[in-house]
């Protein structure tokens, strides 16, 4: 059964950082586009990131361009969010996501198989 899990949210003053992880069990990472996504309260699910599985190119959302960063480690089957210079409005439950599709743009949730259980990020002071 393939099963993707998250870690590494918590709570972060404004300015802060944090590395999501993402673990894939039952299905290899190079044959997937991942995605992160996040869900505010009362919001709707927002496409944060991708990373593709031909030759690794990388996609963001427009508010995370430049303080976040999505890479993989295929030894580990593993992908990871590294986010800098977290703002408030960044606060949420990020999941990770995996697509047989290529990415050439930021994939829509509609387009992915799998899904993490999501993992809390909080910015505050």
């Known amino acids: 059964q393939p099963q993707l899990v998250e870690s590494g949210g918590g709570l972060v003053q404004p300015g802060g950082s944090l590395r999501l992880s993402c673990v894939a069990s039952g299905f290899t990472l190079n044959y997937a586009a991942i995605g992160w996504f996040r869900q505010a309260p009362g919001k709707e699910r927002e496409r944060v990131s991708c990373i593709n599985h031909y030759d690794d190119k990388t996609y963001y959302t427009d508010s995370v361009k430049g303080r976040f960063t999505i890479s993989r480690d295929s030894a580990r089957n593993t992908v990871y969010l590294q986010m800098n210079n977290l703002v408030p409005e960044d606060t949420g439950v990020y999941y990770c996501?995996?697509?047989?599709?290529?990415?050439?743009?930021?994939?829509?949730?509609?387009?992915?198989?799998?899904w993490g259980q999501g993992t809390q990020v909080t910015v505050s002071s």
């Open positions: 996501a995996a697509s047989d599709l290529a990415a050439i743009e930021l994939l829509p949730d509609y387009e992915y198989d799998y």
